[in-house]
Structures are given as structure tokens and as C-alpha cells.
């Protein structure tokens, strides 16, 4: 018989491994649901199902997770959750968003060690052509940001990424129409440099990347790279795009 092939006498750790699994299953049921809607549908669609799709699924999930483990809900949050110290919460918060780069990490390797180089790139590229506009509207959800919020909104949205989270980044040179936004320190680059190695040419995907983000936020905006890895760039930072609406 095969290992844990008899579900009435898995062991302690085979059971818990297998509720974890339940977990990456919802989850990868949960973005092919999505995927498949914007595919047939289109992604303004998608994301209107999304929005109702999550937030009744989403309760469902937690309401039941907390009647098993027996812990109550506030607002839908857990209450153990905002019974945290402060200073947990914010190492929580942070350490969640580390996850999410080093997932991003592993996925590129796993193309990049059996395929190469440029099909890593390729699909990294294409991936944040389908991640940041979601993530722009989780933002605008979450902030509870009107559907054209200009340039002040999409500077709030930048301050709530996950990569802000854990890079340093900060804005410049504003006026009415326009704003640089650089990032003075970011992990991935930080982490090449202590190896010595030369910056990693994310250029192309940043260029994906900004700019759905920011007409994701507004479609009004206008995207412009500075400068970005290959790109030669000062010691302040590692990368700067203007952003900018025409009068």
C-alpha cells in the first residue's frame, strides 16, 4: 500500500500535513477559479467576480475555522489575531510579505534551474502582468479608494505594496501633474550586492509591473522608467519611474 493510503489511520504529523495541503489547494482552486473567469469573461469581469466570490467565500472559510478551533470573530477577524501585541503584528505583517518575495524567488528559480534564464524572465514578466493589477485592487479595496483617484491615490497604493513592506522606497520631485517615486533599498537587489554579484536586469519586468499598477489604480496615469536595473543608477537607488497625468 502506498504511504498514508488509509485516511481513518493517518498518524498526528500526516494529518496535519494533509490539512496544510487542503489549505494550498483552496488557494490554487481559488486563483484558477479566477484565471479562468478573466480568460472567458475578461478582467473586468473577473474582478467583479472576485469581489463578491471572496468576500462570501472568505467569511464561509474563517466562520467555520473558528467554530472548529473554537476562537470568535470580530468583524470577521480572528480575535486571537487582534489580541497580538503590536509589535507581533507588525513582525507578522512584515514576515508575510518576506514570504510572498521568496515564494515569488522560488518560482523564478524552479523555471530558471530547468529551463533557463530567458524563459524565467518571461514568465516572471508575464506574471506581474496578471499580479499587480490584482494587487492594485486589493489596494483600492482595502483603502477604500475611488475608481480614479489620481496621483495621490496611486501614492497611497504604493505605500500599502507588499514590497513596501519590506524595501525602502520614497517620493520626489512633485508637482500638480507629476511625482518620481524611487526605491532607495530593495531586498532582492541588497542580497545580489553582499554577494558580490552585479544587479539583477528587472527592467523589463518592472516596466509590467509600474505600469499595470498604476493604471490599475488609474487608467489616467502615465508610466516612465527613469531608470532600472540594467540601467545605470546612483547610490540612492536602485530604481525611479515618474508618474504622471496629463493636464
Same mark, same amino acid.
Given at each position: 500500500?502506498?504511504?498514508?493510503?488509509?485516511?481513518?489511520?493517518?498518524?498526528?504529523?500526516?494529518?496535519?500535513?494533509?490539512?496544510?495541503?487542503?489549505?494550498?489547494?483552496?488557494?490554487?482552486?481559488?486563483?484558477?477559479?479566477?484565471?479562468?473567469?478573466?480568460?472567458?469573461?475578461?478582467?473586468?469581469?473577473?474582478?467583479?467576480?472576485?469581489?463578491?466570490?471572496?468576500?462570501?467565500?472568505?467569511?464561509?472559510?474563517?466562520?467555520?475555522?473558528? +467554530?472548529?478551533?473554537? &476562537?470568535?470573530?470580530?468583524?470577521?477577524?480572528? +480575535?486571537?489575531?487582534?489580541?497580538?501585541?503590536?509589535? @507581533?503584528?507588525?513582525?507578522?505583517?512584515?514576515?508575510?510579505?518576506?514570504?510572498?518575495?521568496?515564494?515569488?524567488?522560488?518560482? /523564478?528559480?524552479?523555471?530558471? /534551474?530547468?529551463?533557463?534564464?530567458?524563459?524565467?524572465?518571461?514568465?516572471?514578466?508575464?506574471?506581474?502582468?496578471?499580479?499587480?493589477?490584482?494587487?492594485?485592487?486589493?489596494? +483600492?479595496?482595502?483603502?477604500?479608494?475611488?475608481?480614479?483617484?489620481?496621483?495621490?491615490?496611486?501614492?497611497?497604493?504604493?505605500?500599502?505594496?507588499?514590497?513596501?513592506?519590506?524595501?525602502?522606497?520614497?517620493?520626489?520631485?512633485? @508637482?500638480? @501633474?507629476?511625482?518620481?517615486?524611487?526605491?532607495?533599498?530593495?531586498?532582492?537587489?541588497?542580497?545580489?550586492?553582499?554577494?558580490?554579484?552585479?544587479?539583477?536586469?528587472?527592467?523589463?519586468?518592472?516596466?509590467?509591473?509600474?505600469?499595470?499598477?498604476?493604471?490599475?489604480?488609474?487608467?489616467?496615469?502615465?508610466?516612465?522608467?527613469?531608470?532600472?536595473?540594467?540601467?545605470?543608477?546612483?547610490?540612492?537607488?536602485?530604481?525611479?519611474?515618474? &508618474?504622471?497625468?496629463?493636464?
Amino acid at each position: 500500500m502506498f504511504e498514508n493510503s488509509n485516511r481513518e489511520t493517518l498518524s498526528k504529523q500526516a494529518n496535519a500535513r494533509l490539512i496544510l495541503d487542503f489549505f494550498h489547494r483552496t488557494m490554487m482552486h481559488h486563483a484558477l477559479w479566477f484565471a479562468e473567469v478573466q480568460h472567458q469573461l475578461g478582467p473586468e469581469k473577473a474582478f467583479e467576480t472576485l469581489r463578491d466570490a471572496w468576500d462570501k467565500s472568505s467569511s464561509i472559510q474563517m466562520t467555520r475555522i473558528a +467554530k472548529t478551533l473554537g &476562537f470568535e470573530l470580530e468583524n470577521g477577524i480572528p +480575535k486571537p489575531l487582534l489580541e497580538l501585541p503590536d509589535e @507581533t503584528m507588525e513582525k507578522l505583517r512584515e514576515a508575510l510579505a518576506v514570504n510572498w518575495l521568496a515564494n515569488d524567488g522560488v518560482w /523564478f528559480q524552479a523555471v530558471e /534551474f530547468t529551463r533557463g534564464m530567458n524563459d524565467a524572465k518571461r514568465c516572471n514578466d508575464s506574471c506581474w502582468g496578471q499580479f499587480s493589477p490584482f494587487e492594485a485592487w486589493s489596494i +483600492k479595496r482595502f483603502l477604500n479608494l475611488p475608481e480614479n483617484p489620481g496621483l495621490e491615490g496611486l501614492k497611497q497604493a504604493l505605500n500599502f505594496r507588499l514590497y513596501a513592506f519590506i524595501n525602502e522606497q520614497s517620493f520626489s520631485h512633485e @508637482t500638480e @501633474t507629476s511625482f518620481i517615486f524611487q526605491m532607495n533599498q530593495c531586498r532582492v537587489q541588497n542580497a545580489r550586492k553582499r554577494k558580490g554579484l552585479a544587479d539583477y536586469p528587472c527592467k523589463s519586468g518592472g516596466l509590467v509591473e509600474y505600469t499595470t499598477f498604476a493604471e490599475a489604480i488609474d487608467p489616467r496615469i502615465k508610466t516612465e522608467c527613469i531608470s532600472c536595473p540594467p540601467d545605470p543608477h546612483p547610490e540612492e537607488y536602485f530604481c525611479a519611474w515618474r &508618474f504622471s497625468i496629463e493636464e
